[in-house]
């Protein structure tokens, strides 16, 4: 049976990852951005929110795959995780991919949240990593570019 210390810690780490703690939602900028906006690099940023989003969600994913799946295929850095373009092809991509990053992000909390899952025990085909600390690793990650995100947003809005 699960100790109520562990359960706590499970259901913080939930928390955090929806946001809104002590940062915005990543839901409320992505319900206010523009789909004509996804694209523009404002102030000279060297990427759109498109890109910093997709990064974003390819990142989730990764480390997600990484924790659960004992055939996990390490992805090669920087190419697969950043798009070619600097928009999405159509509105229909847009969607997709916003629907992906919170279909991969409960997957993520569940994982978190089932008791079979132990937190601090390594990954067996890692090398040190534990449940833990790949739930932190995403915390942290979506943290920062969600901040990221909030910047070119407000860049946006005054151009």
């Known amino acids: 049976m699960e100790q109520h210390s562990e359960r706590v810690t499970r259901e913080h780490l939930i928390h955090q990852l929806e946001g809104g703690q002590a940062f915005i939602k990543i839901e409320d900028l992505l319900e206010e951005v523009d789909f004509e906006d996804l694209g523009k690099r404002p102030a000279g940023l060297p990427y759109s929110f498109y890109e910093q989003f997709f990064h974003l969600r390819v990142a989730q994913y990764d480390i997600l795959d990484f924790s659960r799946?004992?055939?996990?295929?390490?992805?090669?850095?920087?190419?697969?995780?950043?798009?070619?373009?600097?928009?999405?092809?159509?509105?229909?991509?847009?969607?997709e991919l916003k629907k992906q990053f919170f279909d991969e992000r409960n997957e993520m909390m569940n994982f978190i949240l089932n008791p079979k899952n132990d937190l601090q025990t390594e990954i067996p085909h890692g090398d040190g990593q534990t449940l833990l600390r790949e739930a932190l690793l995403v915390l942290e990650h979506n943290a920062y570019h969600t901040g990221q995100l909030a910047i070119i947003f407000r860049l946006l809005n005054k151009e």
């Open 69 to 95: 799946n004992s055939h996990y295929e390490r992805m090669t850095w920087p190419d697969d995780y950043w798009p070619m373009e600097q928009a999405p092809a159509s509105e229909e991509e847009w969607e």
